[in-house]
């Protein structure tokens, strides 16, 4: 804001600026929470590396990968969404958004992938 105003010919410091805009017009900073430790639980299952970082493949559909990720929206929530790649040709084969992450969306966005095969 500072910046803003010296721009427009009004030179002022910092600190009457913030005076101004927290004090008389009342703006404050939106500030996102931090966000708490993480808690390392038990391995619940654990799957050997296939792949060994050999990410060239012959033939399509040979080799699939998978992603969730999260998506935060206008009105603060949140969703889910789990696509499969095919690694052949980087190719989306299926996805899928949810309210929440869960081995369920997996297993639905896997269903729908063998569907349009």
């Known amino acids: ?3 803003f105003l010296a721009r427009k010919g009004s030179f002022y410091s910092k600190a009457t600026v913030h005076k101004y805009m927290n004090g008389e017009l009342r703006l404050k900073s939106i500030v996102m929470k931090k966000k708490s430790a993480y808690l390392k639980g038990t391995e619940h299952k654990v799957f050997p ?4 970082r050999k990410f060239t493949v012959q033939a399509p559909n040979s080799v699939w990968c998978t992603d969730f990720t999260y998506m935060n929206l206008s009105n603060g929530s949140k969703r889910y969404n789990c696509t499969i790649l095919d690694i052949y040709d980087r190719s989306v084969i299926a996805t899928l958004n949810g309210k929440e992450i869960t081995s369920n969306l997996a297993i639905r966005t896997l269903k729908l992938a063998f569907k349009n095969l």
């Open 1 to 3: 804001m500072k910046i």
């Open 49 to 52: 590396n296939l792949l060994n």
